[in-house]
């Protein structure tokens, strides 16, 4: 691996002389149950090459069919990014020979693309808004997947052989394009990681998309170029390839910031290519040489008729529409009566979707706060999962906070509970049935408890009787501990009290 | 017995309804004949003997029973190799194919199949298509039955020698330029490409996909309508498939009669470059016509004259794009040259050996036609010349019903002759390229011989409007009868053995 990582200017000293240009290819893949051309499977992860036919294997004869849903979709997320939606729009073929790309040619939109001429607003962290210009969305087909084998290092170079799995080919992609990014400055990395978290919200709020990062759902290429202060001009880009995840986003386009800084303040100039992003590295390598005049021989597929929309689909379509991620933030913030920092935190850590969900079933917002940002998210984090993928429904917050609220349990035996229902022992009420966790109300049972925790520590009881009414809790404790924390506290210290003949 | 390889499609479909003769007799029949002249004439890449009797053994077991059949059920039907069949090869005529068999069936095959019609075998072509007169074939030309020293026209050379013959009845064709017209024309056969969408393309490797037709080849027109209407009709595997119910072919071609039909002359598609014996088998034609009361018109279309010249950009522009999978990598031929085996050094080795220099030269022209910088001048030229050529259409249509020239400006030349000349190879197809450059339907029937060589008589009819060809075609075809006292090909000469 070319690791030769090029000098860099500091990001402070890069923003004193120059002003960042952004752009960005967005590749979403759609969840369609088929393909874009064809009635094979659109799934992740089977045994490779069995998600096909012969339209995804480019079989001689074969003709493509246009999947009426991926265009619904695609529709949705220029409508959803506030785009115009083409009357009339075709596919055009991008000729290329590559291994992966079963037919050597990509069907794809081209100068007809379904969605054009939209904006959406990004929101940063401290509530600054930019607008980002969409130029805009266009359908197209998705690639095969190489894996370059007998090489040390995994790719192409000094691999003896490559295997070629045509599951992924031809499932659909919406392919999002920005217009150059302007004015940005030092937040120009802040908005990169935030222009591509607002569009995998967008696509996976609209449903069309798992919106995976890691699982390439959505793929970012990022481009940049520098201008010095005051120059209209735009300098010459470079399109970082596949960035996969958002903080890489964030850092490909400091990194690259910088890099370009370097080059031009040392009276280089920058080569227009692609860039490959090593997340071990936190640097960029070259890739190739990418000019505006790559000749992919485009023309209209010949094998396809034109899509054409009517307002009546559209408007069918913008009905169907949910509410814009923004807005419903803002609206649950609000119902919530949660603080800013209360929400952020919520939001970050996933689980906004749940407590709305909770709350649904009737559980106190505070309440359902409570319990997804502590005993589940802390789970979720030992199991290394999403909070929402443990398994726990809201009807099962209902009745374990239920239980908590008859004074059946207490909080602390309720964790107990949560462990042995997600361990799959039955329903919270089954749960404490079984292993015996109910808080003990027998006040006889209590009081042997009582007795015995006076016994054992004569000299705590002795204080207790002089005044010293702190002293209960060590009592409380041996208390809790011989019934295993099933007695409620309060009603033990009361006892306790009483025993002794003292005035709490 | 009567020969059962002289019969119509029409008149054996009766003789095996009736059960008068079996199909496997009727297919039996077919393989003898093939065994009999096909050394000669190389119709056939794959004969699919042990399927075809298979076939026919069920029909007629069905029969037997009284079940409800097709009536085309165990008529014997061959099919141009450009077109992927199960269990048989499909080569499309090029080495890059050569041993691959298609995991699935096209559209029109599966009708065939559906309708119980015995697949004899897979018939030769130019290689991909691209020829018009069947010798780019890789696996050698095929033969005029007329004269075994001749071309039979191409690419679909081998269904229309087939079935003129007589090894089918019947023959599938795939028409880009006028590939089943011409041939037909040039053995005395009846051709027709329907209206671009009037047939599933599913399944037909593609050559030129805006310009490609799947069509009947056969020995009446009536035949013709017959096979239309088991393969025309929408399909969903097709994006440019009509919805339109395919229209009563058989109708129209039972019922043929030109009183009053407005019949246009294209002036355009007549006199220089002609072969006088061509150019007066088509006047005999028009006077014919004219006797019977149609009324013939002259109608002029002027663009006609660019629609060669935008046909060979569009057709090698699309052609380039549709044999880039023929790589190596996924099925066919794989040739791995010595040294390092890099993706592109297989896939440049592959075509190289694989691809003949007519499809090497198409590939090339069309590549170039679609570069940057080239595109507007040459393939966005060219779709506006395919415009204007639409609009001559347009407007001859509302002078005349339906549209006549001659289909070939020649007869058969010899094997060879033109061979080395490309351009004048292509201008074979003047007459038959601008239906496919506007997607109309068109027809060639027999009108007569020149110099002992059949000719070919062409109707052209406005999209959709597939039953004014079978309507008009018919006529003409009843009309010559009457003069020639039977069918052409009863004039033709026995052939011979192995050349």
């Known amino acids: 691996m070319s690791t030769a990582t090029a000098d860099i200017l500091s990001f402070e000293e890069a923003m004193e002389k120059f002003d960042p240009v952004l752009g960005f290819e967005v590749h979403v893949e759609l969840n369609t149950r088929t393909k874009m051309f064809s009635s094979a499977p659109n799934a992740f992860g089977d045994t490779p090459n069995t998600n096909v036919t012969p339209v995804d294997l480019g079989l001689p004869g074969v003709l493509p069919v246009i999947n009426r849903v991926a265009v619904e979709s695609s529709i949705k997320i220029g409508l959803a990014l506030n785009c115009k939606i083409a009357e009339r729009c075709h596919f055009a073929r991008k000729n290329y020979f590559y291994p992966d790309t079963p037919k050597n040619f990509q069907t794809s939109q081209y100068d007809e693309p379904i969605a054009y001429d939209g904006s959406i607003d990004i929101e940063l962290a401290d509530g600054t808004v930019f607008t980002v210009e969409i130029e805009r969305a266009h359908m197209e087909e998705d690639a095969g997947k190489l894996t370059h084998m007998g090489g040390a290092t995994g790719r192409i170079q000094g691999a003896e052989f490559s295997l070629v799995d045509y599951n992924r080919a031809g499932v659909p992609l919406v392919e999002i394009v920005t217009k150059p990014i302007v004015g940005a400055g030092e937040r120009a990395p802040e908005l990169a990681k935030a222009y591509v978290a607002a569009i995998r919200e967008i696509v996976k709020n609209l449903g069309v998309s798992d919106a995976r990062m890691e699982r390439g759902n959505v793929r970012c290429d990022a481009n940049v170029s520098l201008k010095p202060k005051g120059q209209e001009k735009f300098g010459t880009r470079t399109e970082t390839k596949n960035v996969n995840s958002l903080r890489a986003v964030e850092h490909a386009v400091r990194y690259e910031i910088q890099r370009h800084a370097a080059v031009l303040d040392g009276g280089g100039t920058i080569t227009q290519e692609t860039r490959h992003w090593h997340e071990d590295t936190r640097s960029t390598t070259a890739g190739r040489p990418k000019s505006d005049a790559d000749d992919y021989r485009y023309f209209p597929e010949p094998d396809l008729v034109p899509v054409v929309t009517d307002d009546a689909w559209i408007e069918k379509l913008r009905s169907e529409l949910p509410e814009p991620p923004a807005a419903r933030r803002k609206r649950l913030q609000a119902d919530w009566g949660y603080s800013d920092a209360e929400f952020r935190d919520v939001v970050n850590a996933g689980v906004m979707d749940s407590i709305e969900e909770t709350i649904a079933a009737g559980v106190k917002p505070a309440t359902a706060r409570k319990w997804w940002m502590g005993e589940i998210s802390r789970r979720a984090k030992v199991a290394d999962v999403e909070p929402a993928e443990l398994g726990v429904t809201p009807a099962l917050i209902v009745e374990l906070q239920g239980l908590i609220d008859s004074g059946r349990i207490n909080d602390k035996l309720s964790r107990e509970v949560l462990d042995g229902v997600l361990a799959g022992e039955g329903t919270p009420t089954e749960v404490v049935a079984q292993r015996g966790l109910e808080v003990v109300s027998d006040d006889g049972a209590l009081l042997e408890a009582i007795d015995g925790a006076l016994a054992a520590q004569p000299d705590v009881a002795d204080k207790i009787r002089g005044g010293k009414l702190q002293a209960v809790g060590a009592i409380v404790g041996g208390v809790m501990k011989a019934t295993r924390g099933q007695a409620d506290a309060g009603r033990v210290r009361q006892l306790i009290l009483e025993r002794l003949g003292v005035e709490g | ?499």
């Open chain 2, 1 to 499: 017995m009567t020969d059962l390889t002289r019969l119509s499609a029409a008149q054996l479909a009766e003789k095996l309804t009736s059960r008068e003769v079996s199909a496997v007799e009727a297919v039996q029949a077919h393989l003898d004949r093939i065994g009999e002249v096909d050394r000669a004439i190389n119709a056939f890449l794959h004969v699919n003997t042990d399927e075809a009797l298979l076939v026919a053994s069920e029909v007629d077991k069905e029969r037997s029973l009284g079940d409800a059949m097709h009536p085309l059920a165990g008529v014997p039907i061959a099919v141009k190799d450009l077109i992927v069949t199960k269990g048989q090869p499909t080569t499309a005529g090029s080495k890059i194919l050569e041993g691959w068999h298609s995991p699935y069936d096209a559209t029109v095959v599966r009708r065939l199949r559906d309708a119980k019609m015995p697949i004899l075998g897979k018939t030769n072509l130019d290689e991909f298509a691209m020829g018009s007169s069947t010798e780019h074939s890789a696996y050698g030309p095929t033969r005029n039955p007329w004269d075994l020293d001749r071309i039979p026209g191409g690419s679909g050379g081998g269904s229309a020698a087939a079935v003129a013959a007589f090894e089918a009845p019947l023959a599938l064709g795939t028409d880009t330029g006028g590939s089943i017209r011409q041939p037909g024309a040039v053995t005395g056969t009846v051709g027709v490409k329907p209206t671009y969408g009037g047939v599933s393309r599913y399944g037909a490797i593609a050559m030129a996909s805006s310009l490609d037709q799947i069509g009947p080849v056969t020995r009446t027109v009536l035949d013709s309508a017959l096979l239309h209407e088991v393969i025309g009709g929408h399909d969903p595997h097709d994006s440019t498939s009509l919805t339109d119910p395919v229209g009563a072919l058989v109708e129209a071609a039972r019922n043929a009669d030109v009183k009053g039909l407005r019949i246009g002359v294209i002036k355009e598609l007549q006199g220089e470059g002609y072969q006088d014996g061509v150019q007066a088998r088509f006047t005999e034609a028009l006077d014919l016509l004219r006797q019977a009361g149609a009324d013939v018109v002259e109608v002029s279309c002027p663009n006609f004259r660019y629609a060669l010249g935008a046909y060979y950009l569009i057709m090698p522009s699309e052609a380039s794009s549709n044999l880039a999978k023929y790589d190596g990598v996924r099925f066919g031929l794989r040739v791995v040259p010595d040294g390092a085996p890099t993706i592109e050094r297989v896939m440049g080795a592959t075509r190289a050996a694989g691809f003949g220099d007519e499809v090497k030269r198409r590939i090339i022209l069309g590549t170039y036609a679609l570069s940057a910088g080239y595109y507007d001048a040459y393939y966005g030229s060219a779709q506006k010349v395919r415009t204007l050529i639409q609009r001559d259409f347009d407007a001859a249509f509302t002078q005349a019903d339906v549209l006549i020239s001659p289909t070939a400006p020649t007869t058969a030349f010899k094997l060879g002759e033109k061979l080395d000349d490309p351009l004048a190879m292509y201008l074979n197809d003047v007459a038959t390229i601008p239906a496919n450059m506007a997607g109309v339907p068109g027809i060639s029937v027999p009108g007569g011989l020149a110099d002992g060589l059949p000719v070919g008589i062409q109707f052209l009819a406005p999209a959709r409007q597939d039953a004014r060809l079978y309507r008009a075609g018919a006529a003409l075809e009843a009309l010559l009868e009457d003069t020639w006292g039977g069918p052409l090909l009863a004039q033709a000469p026995e052939i011979g053995g192995g050349k």
